[in-house]
């Protein structure tokens, strides 16, 4: 069998062209690959989201961000089971990376050297709101005595009196808000952040169990029940100033906006590192 010149070219000709696109697919693909080699995937907030701190994060809460790999840190988040059910220490702003160390995991345990104590809320000055979360001031307003009452009493062991008005004893933070039948109670004002869970309910007159499951899941409880103790992790020596306190005069608790700067940057050179 001949083959004549002009077919061997055109042979030869399909065959380089043939080897130049496999080399080209070959070449776009290496480029894609190191491309996308170059990116990852974590856990962030959705769009339209602002968990404020002491957030419970749900699955609407979360969606995948890329990132550039060298752009990744240590503590941010990739598998959602590490996330849900978790409660923001932190306020977390859409399309924000979620770090572990922004996270807690809502059960508020007690640290070295405290215990938990379950405190009946008649024994503090009435307050309009507290909530689980919050930190708080402990003060005590001191009462009007006699003389001979004072002498009776002496000197406080376990706080310094610096004054007939009022001291400040210690800060602290509240573990739970609980009803007389021992559950969570929460404001029925809307949560800031990770739902819209507040607006099924004004929008549902009827309260479907649908939007208050929401609302309980994404808030803190029960919205029908009056607070009757509240739970904190005290030292000892927290406890002893408390019990001490109240025989001077009122114990009353002050919400204030915690920021502890130290604790804050420490936390985050550990996301750092």
Do not use: C
Not at 15 to 25: E, K
Not at 59 to 64: A, E, G, I, K, T
Not at 110 to 127: G, H, N, V, W
Request: proline residues 5%.
């Amino acid at each position: 069998m001949k083959i004549n010149k002009r077919t061997i070219s055109i042979l030869f000709f399909l065959s380089s062209a043939l080897s130049a696109g496999a080399i080209y697919l070959g070449y776009d693909y290496v480029r894609t690959s190191a491309a996308e080699a170059q990116y990852t995937s974590v856990l962030a907030i959705k769009e339209g989201k602002l968990l404020q701190a002491y957030t419970p994060i749900i699955q609407s809460d979360l969606v995948y961000k890329k990132i550039p790999v060298n752009q990744y840190a240590k503590g941010m988040l990739v598998n959602p089971e590490d996330v849900i059910g978790k409660t923001t220490w932190l306020p977390i702003g859409e399309g924000e990376p979620i770090f572990d160390w922004k996270l807690t995991d809502g059960k508020l345990l007690p640290q070295k050297d405290e215990a938990r104590y379950e405190i009946p809320l008649t024994d503090f000055t009435p307050m309009s709101e507290i909530r689980r979360g919050d930190h708080v001031k402990v003060w005590v307003k001191y009462r009007p005595m006699n003389e001979e009452h004072l002498e009776e009493l002496g000197e406080p062991k376990f706080f310094t009196k610096t004054n007939d008005s009022a001291d400040m004893l210690f800060t602290s933070q509240v573990v739970a808000v609980k009803d007389g039948a021992g559950a969570e109670v929460f404001s029925l004002s809307p949560p800031q952040a990770s739902t819209q869970a507040f607006a099924d309910l004004m929008d549902n007159q009827q309260v479907s169990s649908t939007a208050q499951n929401r609302l309980t899941e994404t808030y803190r409880g029960q919205p029908d029940t009056m607070p009757a103790r509240l739970i904190f992790n005290w030292t000892d020596k927290q406890f002893q100033a408390f019990v001490e306190a109240r025989k001077y005069g009122d114990v009353q608790i002050g919400v204030y906006q915690y920021y502890k700067q130290e604790e804050l940057e420490k936390a985050m050179r550990q996301g750092e590192e």
